[in-house]
C-alpha cells in the first residue's frame, strides 16, 4: 500500500485549546433504577464439596445469568458429565484472579452505580424509545483471561445480558496489574490492550454494550468510509451518553493519541482521500483502520491502531454540525452513505 508521506504522518502532539462545553441536557425526569449484582462472591463463595447443591442454588438466585456465564463464558456444558469437575478446577485456578479483583470491585463499583444511572437517563433522552431494564442490573464475573472479543466500537470481554450488562473483572484490575504481565509474556494481551484494562472503562464498556443492544452493528457490504461511519454514529451516541469521560477512554486511545489525531485530523483524512482508500471493500486493507491494534503504521507510529474510530466520529459531527436539527434516531436510521455524501467533511 502507497503511503501519502514517504516517513509516514509525523503525529505532533499539543495541548488542544479550550473548547466551550456543551450545554448538557436536563435529564432529571428521566428515571434509571441501576442495582450491582456480585455473581463473583456468589460463585467463588460456593463449597466445592457440595458442588451441585451448590450450583443448583446459585441457579435459584442468578436464573438469568448463570447458564449464559457457565457455556458462553467459561464454555462449560451443563449437560455434561465432567461440567462440575471443571467447574471446580475454574474455581482453583481463578482463585488468585477474584481475590485481586476484589479490591477494585470495592473501590469502584459504588460510582459505577451512579455513573450508569446518569448515562441511562442520557440515553433515554437522545433515544426516546428506549426503556432501560427496571432495575438495569450489573452484574460482575470472573471469566477466563482470554476472553477479549472485538465489538462495533472497540475490543472488551464485559458482555450484555438479560437484564442489563455483566462487568469481567478480571479485565479491569488496572493497566499495572501484576497478573497481565503473565498474558504479555505469553502472548495473550499486548500492552496497548492492558492499558484498558482498568476501572475507568467498566462504564465505557457497559455504554457501548447498551448502545451495540439498541442498534444492532451490522457492516456487510459496506465499503471503508461506510463502515467508519457506522462506528461514529455508535461513538457520537457514545459521547452523549458519557459527556464527563475523556475522548481517550470513548476510542480507547491514550491521551497523547487523541491530541495528535486532532492536530493532524487534515493529513488522516488526505491519506485516506489521496490513497483511494474510501470506498474499498478489501476486508485485508480496511482491517488496518477498523480493527484494534497498537499503532496505523501506514499514518506513523504515533498514530492510534483503530484510527478509523477517530474519522468516524468526525465524520458523524462534521454532518450533526451541518444538520443540527436531525436526531439521534434519525442518524442511526440513515445510510452511511448519505451521513457522508451530506456532511461534506473538510478538515
Excluded at 441536557?25 to 463473583?40: E, K, Q
Excluded at 427496571?134 to 460482575?140: A, D, E, G, K
Excluded at 485485508?284 to 492510534?304: F, H, R, S
Aim: glycine share 8%; charged share 20%; aromatic share 12%.
Amino acid at each position: 500500500m502507497k503511503k501519502l508521506l514517504a516517513c509516514g504522518l509525523a503525529f505532533v502532539l499539543v495541548i488542544a485549546s479550550c473548547k466551550n462545553k456543551e450545554q448538557l441536557p436536563d435529564v432529571s425526569g428521566y428515571h434509571a433504577s441501576v442495582i450491582i449484582s456480585r455473581f463473583d462472591t456468589a460463585f467463588f463463595g460456593m463449597d466445592t464439596t457440595e458442588i451441585n447443591d451448590e450450583l443448583n442454588r446459585l441457579n435459584a438466585s442468578y436464573p438469568a445469568f448463570l447458564q449464559d456465564y457457565l457455556f458462553r463464558v467459561l464454555g462449560i456444558d451443563p449437560s455434561n458429565p465432567q461440567a462440575t469437575d471443571a467447574v471446580k478446577a475454574f474455581l482453583r485456578t481463578y482463585r488468585p484472579v477474584f481475590d485481586t479483583a476484589q479490591l477494585i470491585a470495592g473501590n469502584d463499583l459504588p460510582a459505577l452505580n451512579n455513573d450508569m444511572q446518569q448515562a441511562l437517563k442520557y440515553i433515554q433522552y437522545y433515544v426516546p424509545p428506549f426503556k432501560p431494564d427496571s432495575p438495569f442490573v450489573i452484574t460482575t464475573f470472573v471469566g477466563p483471561m482470554d476472553a477479549y472479543e472485538p465489538f462495533a466500537i472497540g475490543d472488551y470481554g464485559d458482555v450484555r445480558t438479560r437484564n442489563g450488562v455483566g462487568i469481567a473483572l478480571q479485565l479491569h484490575l488496572g493497566a499495572a496489574a501484576g497478573l497481565y504481565e503473565t498474558g504479555r509474556q505469553s502472548g495473550i494481551f499486548f500492552d496497548y490492550q492492558t492499558r484498558r484494562f482498568t476501572p475507568d472503562m467498566m462504564l465505557v464498556n457497559a455504554m457501548k454494550n447498551v448502545i451495540e443492544d439498541i442498534f444492532p452493528y451490522n457492516n456487510s457490504s459496506l465499503n471503508l468510509v461506510e463502515d467508519m461511519v457506522e462506528k461514529g454514529k455508535r461513538l457520537y451516541l457514545l459521547k452523549k451518553a458519557l459527556p464527563q469521560v475523556p475522548d481517550s477512554l470513548q476510542y480507547g486511545y491514550t491521551g497523547m493519541q487523541v491530541k495528535g489525531c486532532e492536530r493532524n485530523e487534515a493529513l488522516i483524512w488526505n491519506y485516506f482521500v489521496k490513497n483511494d482508500l474510501l470506498y474499498s471493500k478489501d476486508p485485508m486493507v480496511n482491517q488496518a483502520y477498523i480493527k484494534d491494534g497498537p499503532k496505523t503504521p501506514e499514518l506513523g507510529d504515533g498514530a492510534p491502531g483503530y484510527v478509523g474510530l477517530f474519522v468516524g466520529r468526525k465524520l458523524v459531527e462534521s454532518y450533526m454540525e451541518k444538520f443540527p436539527s436531525t436526531t439521534i434516531v434519525q442518524l442511526m436510521k440513515m445510510p452511511a452513505r448519505e451521513v457522508f455524501e451530506k456532511a461534506g467533511y473538510k478538515p
